[in-house]
């Protein structure tokens, strides 16, 4: 695993997950032999990626397809 740039600044987060993703993660984890933050970063890392050109606001149905509190989610 490469080295992290020394003058790149990080920024520490959590988060929340059930515990069928967190028992799939420590699969991922044992079987790839990194730690957790590794993968995190790297999951964190490609969904930026792949999304980089859309616009915040069309990630919702991305992230969340079914309307929100009776909110209509267009989907054309």
Request: net charge positive; with cysteine; glycine share 2%.
């Amino acid at each position: 695993m490469p080295k992290r740039k020394k003058e790149e600044p990080v920024v520490r987060a959590s988060l929340t997950i059930n515990e069928q993703d967190c028992a799939r993660l420590q699969e991922i984890v044992d079987a790839l032999g990194v730690s957790l933050s590794w993968v995190m970063r790297r999951a964190c890392a490609e969904f930026l990626e792949r999304h980089q050109s859309e616009p915040v606001k069309d990630l919702r149905l991305v992230l969340y397809p079914k309307p929100i509190n009776g909110e209509s989610v267009n989907t054309q």
